[in-house]
């Protein structure tokens, strides 16, 4: 069978994404949710002219030569605007975010004033429209601040609630189980013997899911054994998941039971090999019954984590509404180490940043790049992507790059 390239790979598992349905959410809760809907302002901001500095409200035409004196007649606080006008020779004393009273248009601020008792000296001319934050300046009621699709960040927040909006309309969150296989694996902390090998992949590939927005059930390991297996994936089929990650046991061998397993429940698998590196025995499908889309992972913990990386967190944000491209998202680089001619599989090596050069970040491949050695993985910064068939490139040389995390 011929290995299919990463960007065909991927743009077939995104083309099933349908975004999620959708559930309102209070706007405290809100964060990091896509939006199903764009926000609209139910308010003008801000509601009317204020002012932007703690000063004198005047009428520019009062204070068009200086030094002059004005009668004050009191005070525009934010919160508690004043009842009055400001007429011909009088000023207001007024407070930043404060409402601009009747008659005022302009800000003297007050360190370029005098005070004694009620008469305020201006020592500084004024210009109409100066020091005031206009009426709608920000928004208006009526208008999209954030569009459907948008991810909603920390600053975000501070928008939509400007505009009056307490809840919001977010695509529901993917609802995403793992599922371990291997008589090999054991949870860490309870004390592997030598023949045994810890589970790890299920932590970073849970990680990663949740911060793509997924919620993450942990199913547990399966031993590998084909009735297991099957019972397994059909529990987890009917479990009410949108996404089902396998990790372990999508190669060929004796004891490789998922395929066949995901097969006998109705999962037509539409990819089982993948021209990469780490990570060529990996398959997507999906469940014609349940709709569930399945994604089963190598078991060996660095291919595990880069297949994730490009996958399965593509495939939970498409899940939510947001747009993501049918390739990886790479980032121009400049090598700091010359790199050997690369063959057919699409080539993910871990390297370090060292610097900068010419603007775009400096990086070197690390050593070892056996899939196995996980410090080499939580040492690395980025991902040094090698094209199918790239000749050798010298230091100094321009490379893309894959950031490991968001």
């Known amino acids: 069978m011929a290995l299919m390239p990463v960007e065909e790979a991927l743009a077939l598992l995104l083309s099933t994404a349908a975004p999620l349905d959708a559930e309102d ?5 809100a964060a990091g949710r896509v939006l199903a809907s764009p926000v609209i302002a139910r308010r003008t901001t801000p509601g009317a002219d ?13 204070v068009s030569s200086v030094p002059t004196t004005l009668e004050l007649i009191g005070e525009s606080a934010a919160g508690r605007p004043f009842a009055g006008r400001v007429e011909p020779g009088t000023t207001v004393r007024i407070f930043t975010g404060a409402v601009l009273p009747e008659g005022a248009d302009a800000i003297i601020i007050q360190e370029d004033t005098r005070r004694d008792g009620s008469a305020i000296t201006l020592i500084e001319p004024a210009t109409q429209g100066r020091h005031i934050r206009r009426a709608g300046g920000d928004f208006a009621a009526g208008e999209t ?14 928008l939509v609630a400007a505009g009056d909006v307490d809840t919001v309309s977010v695509a529901r969150r993917p609802r995403v189980a793992l599922l371990s296989t291997g008589d090999e694996l054991v949870r860490p902390g309870t004390g592997a013997s030598a023949h045994q090998v810890i589970v790890s992949n299920l932590y970073s590939v849970a990680a990663l899911a949740l911060a793509a927005g997924a919620l993450v059930t942990d199913l547990g390991i399966l031993p590998d054994t084909m009735e297991a297996t099957q019972a397994g994936v059909r529990a987890a089929l009917d479990g009410g998941f949108d996404v089902l990650v396998t990790t372990g046991g999508a190669s060929v061998g004796d004891h490789d039971l998922i395929a066949p397993a995901l097969t006998a429940q109705g999962v037509a698998l539409a990819v089982h090999k993948i021209a990469l590196r780490p990570g060529k025995p990996l398959m997507f499908g999906r469940s014609a019954a349940t709709h569930t889309q399945v994604l089963g ?27 993501v491209p049918a390739h990886p998202e790479l980032e121009p ?16 090596q871990r390297a370090e940043i060292v610097g900068r050069a010419e603007g775009v970040p400096l990086v070197r491949a690390l050593p070892v790049q056996d899939s196995s050695m996980l410090r080499n993985l939580a040492r690395a910064d980025v991902l040094l992507v090698r094209r199918p068939h790239a000749p050798a490139a010298e230091a100094g040389e321009m490379c893309e790059i894959l950031r490991l995390e968001d």
């Open 297 to 323: 992972l190598p078991g060996n913990p660095v291919s595990a984590h880069v297949c994730a990386l490009l996958f399965l967190v593509p495939l939970i944000k498409a899940l939510q509404g947001l747009a």
């Open 333 to 348: 680089a400049r090598l700091a180490a010359n790199v050997k001619a690369n063959e057919q599989r699409m080539d993910f």
């Open 25 to 29: 959410v209070a706007l405290a809760e």
């Open 145 to 158: 601040l954030l569009p459907q699709g948008h991810r909603l960040r920390a600053r975000d927040l501070a």
């Open 50 to 62: 204020v002012s932007a500095m703690d000063g004198y409200a005047v009428r520019a035409q009062d």
